[in-house]
């Protein structure tokens, strides 16, 4: 069944006063029911994607379409979509209550109503029983809670949260974490959430939108993003990544450390420059006999579920090696990994171009046969 576009950014650029541009030329599409994340270093412009959305700011050139219809000059308030803001923004003379039934009212709901939702939408953020607690007297975990439960309590289309998680501890986060996601897959409607925590983001999300400098550097899946990195940027920022310099010899075939490698990239030009990434969990540790590349173990730490090793091989390339075998420092150990472990990346690609290699990968798999 294919999915309805809801939101749309057609060539959208925002700059302020005569500043270095916040968002350069962004196109994207936000399809219903999903739950996307914003991500990236601050900076990047996420925050000013979700403004622009929900109308607090104006776009400096190009266009934003809601369900088809275009957005840029509607005010806030008519929009069909609910924030959930990084500080909260809570009334602060009304209790948790009528915090959660502020927008209810508004809207001339009939109080049994109120009163079912608002506590429908307490209890699902841990509060029930707090209903009548004054702001002051909450935790700040405890009024980012009421601010996602007066978010929901509307049922929008669209709701949009700016780092909602930030002030809870790491077990509350976490727990939040799969309670926004199940409320998400409940309701159906679309959730647009921003953060900087890229494991937060391959956690929650449909899909991901990495930016940096005002620009969307890659979009898709979390495996997508993590298995198949279109540069430096995003292979770096999503998780712990080994980068380094090589050359790609032929299809299938990489040089990289000093050695080469089979692999499962193609499309690229016989011996072009390029730069290869392998995930630390990917490397095996063995002896330097059977290993692929041949290292001298530089400095070891416990993490808990596994070993976080630091190597250099003797081409001076350091490899960051997460294993839950151990290995002195000083100590040479071989490393292995299978060809499926090997992306290569083209260097400058943009992401029009790295999909179209990819979509030549099937084409080729289809001729073969």
Not at 29 to 39: A, D, P, R, V
Not at 67 to 87: A, E, S
Not at 249 to 273: H, M, T, W, Y
Request: with cysteine; proline share 3%.
């Amino acid at each position: 069944m294919e999915q309805k576009t809801i939101i749309q950014f057609k060539d959208v650029s925002k700059q302020y006063d005569n500043e270095t541009l916040v968002l350069d030329n962004v196109s994207f599409e936000i399809e219903q029911g999903k739950f996307y994340t914003l991500l990236g270093p601050s900076g990047c412009g996420k925050t000013t994607i979700l403004r622009l959305i929900a109308g607090f700011t104006e776009a400096s050139s190009g266009e934003i379409l809601f369900n088809g219809k275009k957005i840029n000059n509607l005010p806030p308030n008519k929009r069909l979509v609910n924030t959930v803001f990084q500080d909260y923004a809570l009334f602060p003379h009304l209790n948790v209550f009528e915090n959660v039934a502020f927008g209810l009212r508004i809207r001339k709901v009939k109080e049994k109503a109120i009163k079912e939702k608002v506590k429908q939408a307490l209890t699902f953020v841990n509060l029930a029983g707090y209903e009548n607690r004054e702001i002051s007297e909450m935790s700040g975990g405890q009024r980012q809670r009421v601010a996602i439960a007066r978010a929901i309590v509307n049922e929008p289309q669209v709701i949009l949260l700016d780092e909602p998680l930030s002030a809870l501890d790491l077990k509350l986060r976490t727990a939040m974490q799969y309670e926004l996601r199940e409320l998400q897959r409940r309701l159906g409607i679309t959730f647009i959430f921003v953060t900087h925590d890229q494991e937060e983001a391959l956690a929650m999300s449909d899909e991901i939108f990495v930016l940096n400098k005002g620009k969307i550097q890659q979009s898709g899946t979390p495996n997508d993003i993590y298995d198949e990195p279109i540069n430096r940027f995003v292979a770096d920022f999503i998780g712990e990544s080994n980068i380094v310099k090589g050359t790609m010899i032929r299809d299938f075939l990489v040089s990289f450390a000093g050695k080469e490698f089979e692999c499962v990239d193609q499309g690229l030009n016989p011996n072009e420059p390029v730069e290869v990434v392998i995930r630390p969990e990917d490397m095996e540790i063995t002896t330097p006999e059977r290993g692929k590349i041949h290292v001298t173990v530089s400095s070891q730490l416990f993490r808990g579920v596994h070993y976080e090793l630091m190597c250099v091989d003797e081409n001076s390339n350091e490899w960051l090696v997460h294993s839950t075998k151990k290995a002195a420092v000083g100590t040479e150990i071989g490393l292995h990994f299978g060809s499926e472990d090997i992306h290569v990346m083209r260097i400058g690609e943009t992401e029009e171009e790295f999909d179209r290699r990819l979509e030549s990968y099937g084409e080729g798999d289809a001729s073969a046969e």
